[in-house]
């Protein structure tokens, strides 16, 4: 059997990510078993809690967010990708624990050594073999969002540039892990690059 792979897409909003993973995933599909899923709101009790997330309509509080993130994480880790992955499958992911250090942490100011042990809780200590984030100007991003924004793409470009700058710190810290790919590029380019970072892991 082949080995199991778990790959995650960073970036922030508009960044291209969903459209590479499903590129890939189309790419992938006569090669290997593969699966696409996110953070949060993997099927089940993920997509409840999505749909707070993004769009309850009052203040939720930095840490409570936080722990909604972690909550949806330690479900979709038990209940979809370890199972996957230790069957040979290939998990691609919307978002992962790189979202939260970069939102929850850099973005909205919480504590990162905090964080790190609540993600390491919430995964058992399962690491991504390969994490890609998506790099783009923000005022770039915010203008691929477009007018409608969910409560996460509303907060403004101040915290969307530390959002970034959290993303680029976090390359800096993990570079084995953690790959980073101009997403102001064409689509057919940023897939090129893409590509160029999974090869060699299937």
């Known amino acids: 059997m082949k080995k199991g792979l778990f790959i995650t897409f960073e970036g922030a909003d508009g960044c291209g990510k969903t459209t590479q993973l499903n590129l890939l995933s189309d790419y992938l599909k006569n090669k290997r078993d593969v699966i696409i899923t996110r953070e949060p709101g ?29 909550a949806d994480r330690a479900q979709h880790i038990e209940q979809i990708v370890k199972p996957a992955v230790s069957e040979g499958k290939i998990v691609l992911c919307d978002r992962h624990t790189d979202s939260t250090v970069a939102y929850q942490g850099y973005g909205r100011g919480l504590n990162l050594e905090e964080i790190h042990y609540l993600n390491t809780l919430a995964t058992g200590g399962l690491k991504p073999d390969l994490t890609v ?41 993990e570079p084995q892990r953690v790959k980073v790919i101009d997403a102001a590029k064409s689509i057919d380019e940023v897939f090129n690059d893409l590509l160029k970072l999974v090869t060699p892991l299937i």
């Open 133 to 173: 984030v998506f790099d783009v100007d923000i005022e770039t991003s915010l203008s691929r969002v477009g007018s409608e924004k969910d409560r996460m793409e509303a907060a403004g470009i101040d915290f969307f540039n530390r959002v970034r700058n959290g993303y680029l710190e976090i390359a800096k810290q």
């Open 42 to 70: 993997a099927k089940g009790l993920g997509e409840k809690l999505r749909e707070i997330l993004l769009n309850y309509d009052g203040d939720i509080a930095p840490q409570c967010e936080s722990f909604l993130f972690l």
